[in-house]
């Protein structure tokens, strides 16, 4: 009986392939998308005609079948004889759910999120670094614009914003000062990014900086309209009125580190 290798897969980032910390030869670019399909359809049969969709699209000819196949064959020489199943109508790559990166770094930033809302913020701040260390870019980064892993790379960027935003909380609430820099990088990056922005508001306040709280706020409300055609959150704006009259409860940890991350996403509009 062969003993499967246990292959590390990674897709946060271009596409690898690892075992013991050695990348292995995932071949042509042809080979590497079949690879990529199968990832992003997780643990499943996926059909063959929808492979042969994803990966020839409206050049797929006579021959796209045999070269799956052939692709398919080369493969598992690499990952091991067992790893991807053929069954009657598709085929299935077999992995434990920790194999996939995208998979332990989602779970990863549940745990650190849950550690942060229980007010563990030196173990969450500490979990969120290990899931935001994992992200080496753009997942499945070499396919971009792919349809067919859209809707999990736009599950995973929101999940990464979420744990930059719980982080950061965490780090708040320990007292670390090197957030505010961080802060006004992220609002320039994400100019609708509601969470970053009030995030950003009330670290300038609690500095002493309530001019240039709320000069964001203003930048923020001009970004919402010129961009997409909309006002600031009930939640955003009531932050800002609260700033401008000196709310003595904005003074507090607990107001932000205990605030729910929907809360503090408001309208995630695109920022592009």
Not at 50 to 73: F, I, K, M, P, T
Not at 196 to 216: D, I, K, N, P, W
Request: with cysteine; aromatic share 6%; net charge positive.
């Amino acid at each position: 009986m062969e003993t499967r290798p246990v292959v590390e897969y990674a897709v946060l980032g271009a596409l690898r392939a690892d075992v013991g910390g050695r990348a292995l030869d995932l071949g042509p670019p042809q080979r590497r998308k079949v690879l990529a399909v199968l990832l992003c359809g997780g643990r499943v049969v996926v059909p063959t005609s929808r492979l042969v969709e994803c990966v020839w699209g409206d050049e797929a000819g006579d021959a796209a079948l045999a070269s799956l196949h052939a692709h398919v064959s080369r493969l598992r020489r690499e990952l091991g004889r067992t790893s991807i199943v053929r069954h009657s109508h598709g085929y299935e790559l077999r992995m434990r759910t920790d194999q996939l990166d995208a998979n332990v770094f989602s779970q990863q930033v549940r745990d650190g999120r849950s550690l942060v809302a229980r007010g563990q913020h030196h173990a969450g701040r500490a979990t969120l670094a290990a899931a935001l260390t994992r992200w080496r870019g753009p997942p499945f980064g070499e396919f971009e614009g792919a349809w067919w892993a859209q809707s999990l790379v736009v599950r995973l960027e929101a999940e990464r914003l979420d744990a930059i935003e719980a982080r950061i909380d965490a780090d708040v609430a320990v007292g670390d000062v090197g957030v505010l820099g961080e802060l006004e990088a992220l609002v320039v990056e994400h100019p609708l990014h509601e969470g970053f922005c009030g995030r950003l508001m009330l670290a300038l306040y609690r500095a002493g900086r309530q001019s240039e709280a709320l000069a964001v706020a203003r930048r923020q409300r001009a970004a919402l309209a010129e961009r997409a055609g909309l006002a600031p959150s009930p939640w955003l704006a009531g932050l800002e009125y609260r700033i401008l009259h000196h709310d003595r409860r904005l003074r507090q940890p607990r107001h932000l580190s205990h605030t729910r991350s929907a809360r503090w996403h408001g309208r995630q509009a695109d920022d592009k």
